[in-house]
């Protein structure tokens, strides 16, 4: 039986798996989603599961890829916006604040998924961190595009800002979270008036 791909080469059995695992682990927790009900949701054979993937562990890790690549791309579509350094960081705070306010209304899925995998050397955590790493450095070279007196501060205050907001939203409700966190945003990347 041949293997059906997506457009883009993919396989349609492991792309409905990670979207399966996604939805879930984002709403219920990762530990609480059993690979039987992954594969259910997925509509695939248990075979097909561990064809794509060893265990769980490396389905959780595909799952936060795609977080990962999806703010990538935020990113990416915000500089093919304008290569203002000033309009860019206004961009990157509109962009986090809807992020939080329309895709990630149960907290940062990587805080979670750490949460839950407490272990600093396993799979899981490091993809954690090499995203961790990534938002920061990112951050800390726009701001220093921007011209920013200490821009490895005011990246570090950001991905700070933006973890509270995540947190913020989940617990008080994105509508009296987001003008407290585009405030401080914008004061910790000197757009501030």
Same mark, same amino acid.
């Given at each position: 039986?041949?293997? &059906?791909?997506?457009?883009?080469? *993919?396989?349609?059995?492991?792309?409905? =798996?990670?979207?399966?695992?996604?939805?879930?682990?984002?709403?219920?927790?990762?530990?609480?989603?059993?690979?039987?009900?992954?594969i259910?949701?997925?509509?695939?054979?248990?075979?097909?599961?561990?064809?794509?993937?060893?265990?769980?562990?490396? =389905?959780?890790? *595909?799952?936060?890829? @795609? /977080?990962? *690549?999806?703010?990538?791309?935020?990113?990416? &579509?915000? +500089?093919?916006?304008?290569?203002?350094?000033?309009q860019?960081?206004?961009?990157?705070?509109? #962009?986090?604040?809807?992020?939080?306010? &329309?895709?990630?209304?149960?907290?940062?899925?990587?805080?979670?998924?750490?949460?839950?995998?407490?272990?600093?050397?396993?799979?899981?955590? @490091?993809?954690?961190?090499?995203?961790?790493?990534?938002?920061?450095?990112?951050?800390?070279?726009?701001?220093?595009?921007? #011209?920013?007196?200490?821009?490895?501060?005011?990246? #570090?205050q950001?991905? =700070?800002?933006?973890?509270?907001?995540?947190?913020?939203?989940?617990?008080? +409700?994105? /509508? &009296?979270?987001?003008?407290?966190?585009?405030?401080?945003?914008?004061?910790?990347?000197?757009?501030?008036?």
């Amino acid at each position: 039986m041949a293997t &059906r791909t997506t457009s883009a080469g *993919a396989s349609v059995a492991r792309e409905k =798996l990670v979207a399966a695992a996604s939805d879930l682990f984002y709403r219920e927790g990762i530990h609480a989603v059993g690979v039987d009900r992954i594969i259910g949701e997925a509509g695939v054979t248990r075979a097909t599961f561990y064809r794509h993937f060893p265990g769980k562990e490396d =389905l959780v890790e *595909a799952y936060l890829d @795609v /977080e990962d *690549a999806n703010i990538r791309g935020a990113f990416e &579509r915000a +500089g093919e916006v304008t290569d203002d350094p000033e309009q860019l960081l206004e961009l990157v705070i509109e #962009g986090l604040a809807d992020d939080v306010a &329309r895709l990630h209304t149960r907290g940062c899925p990587f805080i979670n998924a750490a949460a839950e995998y407490p272990e600093a050397d396993s799979g899981v955590r @490091v993809a954690v961190g090499e995203h961790r790493d990534w938002f920061r450095g990112t951050l800390e070279a726009l701001l220093t595009g921007a #011209g920013r007196p200490d821009p490895a501060i005011a990246a #570090g205050q950001l991905v =700070l800002l933006r973890d509270a907001a995540m947190v913020g939203g989940y617990l008080d +409700g994105w /509508e &009296r979270v987001r003008p407290a966190f585009v405030d401080a945003a914008r004061h910790a990347a000197g757009l501030a008036a």
